[in-house]
């Protein structure tokens, strides 16, 4: 696969289209499974209040992924990702509940780079608090 977005059609300022991941309990013990991260703050209610988080929350590198999705989507190939980092700022807390959490990704082309490369800053959201900072991708275009 290659990129389907082309250098020269962006620049400094470029939206890529917003997206929302919805997160319930059973997409945490989904993730453990394929992860192998079975720690129980991320399916335990008990456990989680009892070492002090507000119940249980997803696991940062999901939360992670999730948001990759909103560049991976927009250029058309996930091998366009050169490089990708981010800071967790704040827990994806995801209640027992039928709507379970919602992570809310939006980014944009911050820095127009050599080679056909831009970087793209993201912003990521549950429950309107910021839950990932320095979120930047590295991506190569066409």
């Known amino acids: 696969m290659t990129a389907k977005i082309s250098y ?4 400094v300022g470029t939206e ?22 079975f720690n129980p703050i991320h399916w335990n209610e008990k456990f989680a209040t009892e070492v002090g988080l507000p119940d249980v ?7 992670m992924a ?5 560049v991976t989507d927009w250029v058309g190939d ?11 700022t704040k827990p994806v807390v995801v ?11 939006s980014g944009k ?14 912003t990521a959201t549950s429950e309107g608090e910021k839950v990932l900072g320095m979120s930047r991708a ?3 275009l066409a």
Do not use: C, W
């Open 16 to 37: 890529l289209p917003a997206q929302s991941f919805p997160v319930t309990r059973a997409t945490l013990v989904q993730y453990a499974g394929a992860s192998g991260d």
């Open 66 to 70: 999730e948001a990759v999705r909103v």
């Open 57 to 63: 929350i997803a696991h940062g590198m999901f939360t």
């Open 8 to 11: 020269a059609d962006v620049e």
């Open 95 to 105: 209640p027992n509940d039928e709507k379970g959490a919602v992570i809310e990704v």
């Open 109 to 122: 082309v911050a820095v127009l780079l050599e080679d056909n490369r831009v970087r793209v800053d993201l």
């Open 138 to 140: 590295v991506v190569q």
């Open 78 to 88: 996930p091998g366009a990702v050169v490089e990708y980092g981010v800071r967790f």
